[in-house]
């Protein structure tokens, strides 16, 4: 479980809430106990249940324990696709050990959506990313940022050591190989997916210079398998 606040080894603290009933409803565990409990500032605690009690759960803190965090960090930044896939993609994505995840608006995205849809979407994406991070064991919760558009999310991609673009017309996998390399160097990392109708020709042009465009082989993937791919040659390019 996450806690939003700092804790000490012998501390004991309270787990009220959702939490609670996770652990005593879903998981069954009782008093005596272990699990491994991550503060808001990516510490790693062993716990014990000391008490648990109508639906209040205190647990003693134990030991510090490894964070499961990747070294680098790994910002996606989605095209936003149709249907439910961008909540495959964030759940996906968190299990790899993404650290930002970031809806785009581009050109040929088939999706439209209001500024009451988006705030309903992002709601449900937060929410998503919370519970894979609690499934993958993961420190901390990965941020699922608001809608960008293309724009704003270049500038904010070019922040990062190494910049991919996965183009459906990239030629060759030389690119690749080379991106391969150059992430043991890079210590953030951002990848820009493309959406179901792939990158307009200005959106692509506007990158060329500034990313490495590459490609995933000679089949055209789904914008939700492109991103996907790329998280997971990205975590275990950053695992070696
Ligand atoms: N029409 C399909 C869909 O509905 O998902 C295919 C979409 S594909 C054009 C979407 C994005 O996935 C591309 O813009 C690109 O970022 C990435 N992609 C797909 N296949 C790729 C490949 N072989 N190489 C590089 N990127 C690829």
Known sequence: IFVDQSVKID?????????????LQVLRMRQGEQLRVSTHEGDNYLCQIESADKGQVTLRVLEEVASTELEKRIYLFQAVPKGDRM????????????YEIIPVEMKYCVVKLDAKKKAARLKRYQAIAESAAKQSKRSRIPVVHDFMTYRDAMAYAKECDLCLVPYECAKGMEATKDALTKIRDAKT??????????????EIDAVKDCMQVVSLGSRILRTDTAAITTMSMVMLATEM
Not at 87 to 98: F, N, P
């Open 87 to 98: 909540e495959t993609v964030i759940e996906k994505a968190v299990e790899l050990g993404v």
């Open 189 to 202: 990392i951002s990848i820009m997916i493309g959406p179901e109708g792939g990158f307009a020709k200005e």
């Open 11 to 23: 501390d004991t603290f309270m787990v009220e809430g959702e939490d609670a009933r996770h652990l």
